[in-house]
């Protein structure tokens, strides 16, 4: 086994030269298919989600699971990703634990490793902190899970990345933000509208550089929306936090602030959508 530091190293390494290739900084968030599409490396959704994702190097093509959580599907597609950059064979990776310190194979850490550095990387991490004038040690669940939203991760996967890996939690402040979940926090937010939504997007004044990801059924709450243009979401209503945003078909729209200060792209796929990733937000003639 090859020492885990020198592997972290060389993940993160990779992960900064990847991103250096496109032209990404390393201070901003990224949407992992929108990367892959840069590669020329094939995404494709697929039914099921008895495994994590699958790397086919005969095919140089990526599976992804549709019926995943959304922040699990994308840390899958970059560990995927982790695979084919560092040249590994073909790989199915079964539902496992995706914290840092799960006992795996050097090949299975390095792609892990590789992942976590490519979406959460720390710079990016510490600007999404600075930028609302938070810190990852005494920010609130919900701050916290917002700034997973805009980075396109997994509410404990950035409470674990924090942790293991850029060592910017102590125990007691990752014990104390696990005792909140995805599904807690949008019965806290939403109320009795939380029913049936699989997936809520928190957005704010800050969330820039990505557009925000959605599927037909899932919710949007945006701090500072007034104005919605196109017809792949729609208003519906306000709650504490702001404009709930409702996505209601494939397409994409554009929410903004009253005064233009402000502005972000909505893009909508159809529920558990199967097919290539280039083609999750083409309109659906059969969404009514």
Known sequence: MINRTILAREALRAAVELRGKLSIPVDVPVCIYDVAKKLDVDVRFIEGDSFDGMYSKDFGVILVPSFRPYGRQAFSCAHELGHWHFKHGARLDLLLDNTLCAVKSDEEFLADTFAGHMLMP????????LSRGLRPDTCSHIELYRISCQLGVGYETLIDH???SLKKLSPEARERLLKATPKSIREEILGREAAGVRHLALVDAAWETVAVDLQV???AVVERSERVDGVSVVPGGRVRMGQVIKAVRPGVSTISSEDGSWSAY???SRKDFVGRS???HLGDPDVD
């Open 162 to 164: 924090l942790y293991y």
């Open 278 to 280: 280039d083609y999750r």
């Open 122 to 129: 720390t710079w990016a991490v510490k600007r999404m902190f």
């Open 266 to 268: 909505i893009r909508v």
């Open 217 to 219: 059924g899932d919710v």
